[in-house]
């Protein structure tokens, strides 16, 4: 019986495989769904990087012509700058950063990164530059491991713990029943929205790319977690002046920024510092009160940890 059992489960084990990167491929294809329309021009020069300013240039853009979502839009995200965009749902924030990726283009004026049009340079080289938490990441059937290193896949074991523990997972990771080495995805184990949120961020944090975009990045942590894990994620920000742009409801995770912009109707309504925007009674600072007050009151019913937020 036991002779007989180890070549099956040898069999087993390469099928499992099989049938893993096969899966890994189609979510790996999913990932980089490649729109048609996206096109470069022959013999596109790779995106020469300065600083990492973005600007939006004149831009229009919907997802059907006949329904804008931005109208000529203006726009300048400062080179090595923290970068808030906030506004009504549906108003078009994420748009911005798939804008930006070039996972649609612009119906009108321009996308500028470092003074070149996004269109103009290789695609390869755009999506390489930047790098995205979005609002809900994708995991592969794999190790708590490769999710992190898909960040990087030459990254040593060390840089990935590395990477862990400035994302605050690193202590939950040990927790899990074989560490790094626990299988998670569809067919492993099941893991929390907010632990799936530090995950991303680790890979983010070791493929370390030059422009950072956050969707949503932290909604499910809570409100410690959620603190410290910024802090650590502004520590990298300005040690290594990255450009940074982050999509947020709650004002109190951006309110910090360099630049906060309040999109509303298509178009910049308002933008400036946290204190400039709060002294001249707009939008935001309307929105921050608001928010400043349910805050207080959620605070008084202490929630667990990984317990998602309102
Ligand atoms: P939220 O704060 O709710 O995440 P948002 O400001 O990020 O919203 P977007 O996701 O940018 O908003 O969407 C802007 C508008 O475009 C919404 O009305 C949305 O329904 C619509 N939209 C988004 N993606 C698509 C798509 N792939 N096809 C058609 N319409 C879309």
């Known amino acids: 019986v036991f002779q007989l059992s180890v070549p099956l489960n040898f069999l087993g084990s390469v099928y499992r495989e099989l049938r893993q990167s096969l899966l890994d491929m189609e ?75 070039r996972s649609y283009d612009v119906q009108e004026g321009r996308i500028l990164i470092d003074g070149q049009d996004i269109r103009d340079v290789s695609i390869e080289s755009l999506r390489k530059a930047i790098g995205v938490v979005p609002q809900d990441t994708p995991l592969f059937n794999d190790t708590i491991e490769h999710n992190i290193r898909y960040g990087n896949l030459n990254a040593p074991p060390e840089d990935v713990e590395k990477a862990a523990k400035r994302a605050r997972i690193h202590e939950i990771i ?30 983010l944090i070791l493929k370390d790319p030059p422009l950072l975009f956050f969707d949503e990045a932290t909604s499910a942590l809570d409100t410690h977690t959620e603190t410290t894990l910024l802090q650590n994620i502004n520590s990298i920000l300005r040690e290594k002046a990255r450009t940074s742009v982050f999509v947020a409801h709650r004002l109190r995770t951006i309110y910090d920024s360099d630049v906060i912009i309040v999109l509303k109707d298509g178009n910049v309504a308002e933008q400036g510092t946290h204190e400039k925007l709060v002294d001249s009674d707009g939008v935001y600072s309307e929105l921050w009160s608001a928010q400043e007050m349910l805050f207080i009151e959620g605070e008084q019913e202490k929630k667990e940890e990984g317990s998602p937020k309102k």
């Open 174 to 203: 040990q927790r899990f029943p074989d560490g790094y080495k626990t299988m998670v995805g569809e067919r492993g184990m099941m893991i929390s929205g907010g632990e799936k949120q530090r995950l991303a961020v680790s890979r």
């Open 27 to 101: 979510t790996l294809f999913n990932l980089q769904k490649v729109n048609v329309a996206i096109k470069e021009p022959p013999n596109a020069k790779p995106l020469a990087l300065t600083g990492g300013e973005i600007k939006f240039e004149n831009v229009t853009f919907g997802y059907r012509p006949d329904r804008p979502i931005l109208k000529n839009l203006d726009l300048t995200i400062p080179a090595g700058k923290k970068v808030a965009i906030v506004g009504p749902s549906g108003c078009g924030k994420s748009t911005i950063l798939r804008l930006l990726f």
